[in-house]
């Protein structure tokens, strides 16, 4: 009974616009009671964002090869990871597939490049390619392209992009053991100048990569003090031939503990399920867009398949949610 009163003081502290602490979040964190957790972040959600979900179709328009040392990641160029690698896809093949995501349901579709940050040749085909899709696709367009100077920044906008992704992976106090090549503070500072330059940011992370539970609540924290519109909550797929390829998968549960506090710790944003949601998850996906989350990545991943975009319309439906 103490944790529910607990979790409900401070669902009604959240929707009071009071923030929750560190320590807070971790009591919410560690509590017992998992449903309600789950039930008050499913109030927080609809107190704030309504019954909507943001429904993205993602490409991989530039397939491995990247410089940086991401242990996650199949697409660095530091692994033998076996995934298929190509150049920047040409403009009408991107634009087809915004296409193909509009007209299967997708509000927005992102495009994403393994780069550090593109050479200025490939930019410039990017910034053609993005002024088609937004000339001839009536789709939210959004970007992923590594590190990012204001003036780029500035490019993107006056181009019609509608959000940049730059993701910190994880906390900075497990930063160093993910990547060598660049460090947490690069990081945000690329997220920074996305909000400098008036861009809407998407800034997440993974989780399950070997960190504590305390590190996922840290991560959470630095997320949130970006003021992101919008946050992936991704777990981690190990991929073959990358150094986090035999680390154990984590519990479903854990996955909607930290969707759940995240909720808490950032009431407003668009909180998304992405990559190693159908692995992890499995059926308690329709329990994480009752927990917390307004959004999910369907169609696929960077490197990983996904569910096709019809069951996860379905499953938005069948909740009582929509699109």
């Not at 669902?11 to 957790?37: K, P, W, Y």
């Not at 986090?244 to 710790?265: K, Y």
Request: hydrophobic content about 40%.
């Amino acid at each position: 009974m103490q944790n529910r009163d607990f979790i409900r003081d401070k669902t009604n502290d959240v929707l009071a616009g009071l923030a929750v602490t560190s320590q807070e979040a971790e009591r919410l964190l560690f509590t017992d009671d998992l449903m309600t957790l789950a039930e008050s972040a499913n109030t927080i959600t609809r107190a704030y964002n309504a019954n909507k979900v943001d429904v993205e179709t993602l490409l991989n328009a530039k397939a491995g090869s990247c410089p940086e040392s991401c242990s996650f990641c199949a697409q660095s160029s530091f692994y033998d990871s076996k995934i298929t690698k190509y150049p920047l896809l040409p403009t009408e093949v991107v634009l087809q597939r915004a296409q193909t995501a509009k007209e299967g349901g997708a509000s927005s579709f992102c495009l994403v490049c393994a780069y550090r940050a593109p050479p200025e040749r490939d930019f410039q085909q990017i910034c053609e390619t993005i002024a088609e899709i937004v000339n001839k696709v009536d789709i939210d367009v959004n970007v992923s392209l590594g590190f990012m100077t204001r003036l780029r920044a500035r490019k993107l906008k006056s181009l019609g992009v509608k959000r940049y992704n730059h993701n910190l992976e994880a906390a900075e106090s497990y930063f160093s053991k993910i990547c060598k090549t660049h460090d947490f503070a690069d990081r945000m500072n690329t997220a920074q100048i996305v909000k400098d330059e008036g861009l809407e940011l998407c800034c997440g992370g993974i989780i399950g990569m070997g960190e504590t539970p305390q590190q996922r609540l840290e991560l959470g924290f630095s997320i949130a003090s970006l003021r992101p519109d919008e946050v992936p909550v991704n777990i981690l797929v190990a991929q073959q031939g990358t150094p986090l390829s035999q680390v154990p998968q984590i519990p479903g549960e854990d996955v909607i503990r930290i969707i759940a506090v995240w909720r808490f710790i950032m009431p407003k944003t668009i909180l998304k399920i992405g990559g190693g949601r159908e692995i992890h998850l499995k059926d308690m996906g329709r329990l994480a867009l009752k927990a917390g989350a307004n959004g999910l990545i369907t169609g696929g991943y960077l490197t990983v398949g996904g569910n096709k975009p019809d069951k996860d319309l379905r499953m938005i439906h069948e909740i009582g949610l929509h699109t």
